[in-house]
């Protein structure tokens, strides 16, 4: 589906769009390294202080949905704007936090800020760009991401190596004040015709049932997945979760229009994202491990490392972004899914004797991969929807990479844990426990290769789909 431009400065929008983005990936990076001094400052332990980047994570993905279709519902500045100003404000209230108590409740305020931004971003650059530039657009706004990714460690390592924690949430107000006022002057304000009612139903059942599998995934972690409360949680969400369709199937005008997912672009697009990220969702939690644990790096390096794989997707997602406004989406994202593929494969190459060019060499092209999959499909995503549902549709971007991220972080860490317990068990005596870490570690990396190669799977289908039905139209 096409578009015309909402603005005749869209660079400008998009610079508004882009500082939102920013911040609130630099604020969920930066936040993470600060999480030992947190629990030193307070005096509590790190269950409790965890909650500061748990209760941030939970709160931005359950309402990031419901602001997108009161975006849809209401128009998407008003709610852009105003989240900008919540996020700044609950920031500085972050940084005055006098107890740890306190502090999670002033992240959760923030987090609110934060959705209202995220959850419509996306839509705002949609509706701001011509659809020949939708690509390049969002490839440039997933450098941005990338760029928030990596710069929050290291500008959290700098402020708290010379600077009290609070300027950890402080380094937000420029931006903050200036992005604000971007926003009032140069995102469009397009009101939606006629008017529309919220689905407060299932909205509700909506929000048990993501918040129940988050949950559930984030404690089950700590308190293992077979504890009582852990399995309460995740019997409740799918009976919530068709409830949610049920209700929606019957509702006039429902939160989610599940008429959407009838288009093959866009149900694909979110079905191949959410694998993707389950994918990565665990790399970036069990490689760092096993570089410190089992490698011996100091923090720094491990940092380095790491980061090859963020800064790869912020160098190729532009690029990507633009050969999709070219020759069509759905061929950049197989070639993306296939360099995943490959990344992964190489990791399975991963030895006892390896050192950390054997985890690069399959990061690099992780990192290069998602980022020539991620700006296409999301491109695809939004121009398989009409101009009424772009909220929404970008607010379930936002949401299926939250929740693929968690469900990966949960999922293949369970699956690291299982095989180096068994592999341990099992290894003749006297054999260095290196040898069961780096068979873990290929153990995981199969795992995430299947799950990949599932991905391209569909989107291959549907790549062969579209050009059977284009070769078909030439034939006619």
């Known amino acids: 589906m096409t578009s015309e431009p909402t603005t005749e400065r869209p660079w400008l929008t998009f610079a508004a769009v882009s500082s939102a983005v920013f911040l609130s990936t630099l604020d969920g990076s930066i936040v993470n390294i600060a999480l030992p001094t947190l629990s030193r400052e307070f005096g509590r332990p790190l269950a409790v202080v965890q909650w500061v980047v748990l209760?941030?994570?939970l709160t931005q993905s359950t309402l990031a949905l419901m602001?997108?279709?009161?975006?849809?519902?209401?128009?998407?500045?008003?709610?852009f704007t105003a989240g900008f100003v919540v996020f700044t404000v609950f920031s500085v209230a972050?940084?005055?936090?006098?107890?740890?108590?306190?502090?999670?409740?002033?992240?959760?305020?923030?987090?609110?800020?934060?959705?209202?931004?995220?959850?419509?971003?996306?839509?705002?650059?949609?509706?701001?760009?011509?659809?020949?530039?939708?690509?390049?657009?969002?490839?440039?706004?997933?450098?941005?991401?990338?760029?928030?990714?990596?710069?929050?460690?290291?500008?959290?390592?700098?402020?708290?190596?010379?600077?009290?924690?609070?300027w950890i949430f402080l380094v937000n107000l420029p931006v903050g004040i200036v992005g604000t006022a971007m926003?009032?002057?140069?995102?469009?304000?397009?009101?939606?015709?006629?008017?529309?009612?919220?689905?407060?139903?299932?909205?509700?059942?909506?929000?048990?049932?993501?918040?129940?599998?988050?949950?559930?995934?984030?404690?089950?972690?700590?308190?293992?997945?077979?504890?009582?409360?852990?399995?309460?949680?995740?019997?409740?969400?799918?009976?919530?979760?068709?409830?949610?369709?049920?209700?929606?199937?019957?509702?006039?005008?429902?939160?989610?229009?599940?008429?959407?997912?009838?288009?093959?672009?866009?149900?694909?697009?979110i079905a191949t994202g959410l694998l993707a990220f389950v994918s990565i969702g665990g790399l970036f939690i069990i490689t760092p491990f096993y570089l410190s644990e089992t490698l011996g790096l100091g923090a720094r390096a491990v940092g380095l490392v790491i980061a090859a794989g963020p800064l790869l997707i912020g160098l190729t997602a532009p690029l990507s972004g633009r050969a999709s406004d070219r020759i069509g989406s759905r061929p950049v994202t197989v070639v993306g899914l296939i360099v995943v593929s490959i990344g992964y494969v190489l990791l399975l190459r991963v030895s006892a004797d390896s050192g950390t060019g054997a985890?690069?060499?399959?990061?690099?092209?992780?990192?290069?991969?998602?980022?020539?999959?991620?700006?296409?499909?999301?491109?695809?995503?939004m121009g398989s929807v009409p101009r009424e549902r772009f909220g929404?549709?970008?607010?379930?971007?936002?949401?299926?990479?939250?929740i693929g991220q968690t469900i990966g972080i949960a999922a293949l860490a369970a699956i690291w844990t299982m095989r180096l317990n068994g592999r341990l068990t099992a290894q003749p005596f006297g054999e260095p426990s290196v040898v069961a870490e780096a068979g873990a570690y290929r153990d995981f990396a199969a795992v995430a290769a299947v799950i990949v190669l599932i991905a391209l799977a569909f989107a291959s289908w549907a790549l062969w789909r579209e050009r059977s039905g284009a070769a078909r139209s030439v034939a006619t």
Do not use: C
Request: glycine share 14%.
């Open 67 to 79: 602001l997108g279709r009161l975006g849809d519902m209401i128009g998407k500045k008003r709610i």
């Open 94 to 166: 972050s940084a005055a936090a006098p107890n740890v108590y306190a502090l999670i409740a002033a992240r959760a305020l923030q987090a609110v800020g934060g959705a209202m931004v995220i959850a419509l971003g996306i839509a705002i650059l949609t509706e701001a760009f011509p659809s020949s530039q939708r690509g390049q657009v969002l490839g440039l706004i997933g450098a941005v991401v990338s760029v928030g990714i990596v710069t929050g460690p290291t500008l959290g390592g700098l402020i708290l190596g010379s600077l009290s924690w609070p």
């Open 392 to 402: 929404v549709a970008g607010s379930l971007l936002t949401l299926n990479r939250i």
């Open 55 to 57: 209760g941030y994570l």
């Open 183 to 269: 926003a009032i002057r140069y995102v469009p304000d397009t009101v939606p015709a006629g008017k529309q009612q919220f689905d407060f139903g299932g909205a509700g059942v909506f929000l048990i049932a993501l918040l129940s599998l988050l949950v559930a995934l984030s404690i089950g972690q700590e308190t293992g997945f077979g504890s009582t409360p852990v399995l309460i949680l995740l019997l409740a969400s799918p009976l919530a979760g068709v409830l949610f369709i049920w209700i929606e199937r019957r509702a006039s005008q429902p939160m989610l229009d599940l008429t959407m997912f009838s288009h093959i672009d866009f149900s694909i697009g």
């Open 359 to 381: 985890i690069l060499a399959g990061l690099m092209p992780i990192g290069a991969g998602m980022g020539i999959f991620q700006s296409p499909n999301n491109s695809a995503v």
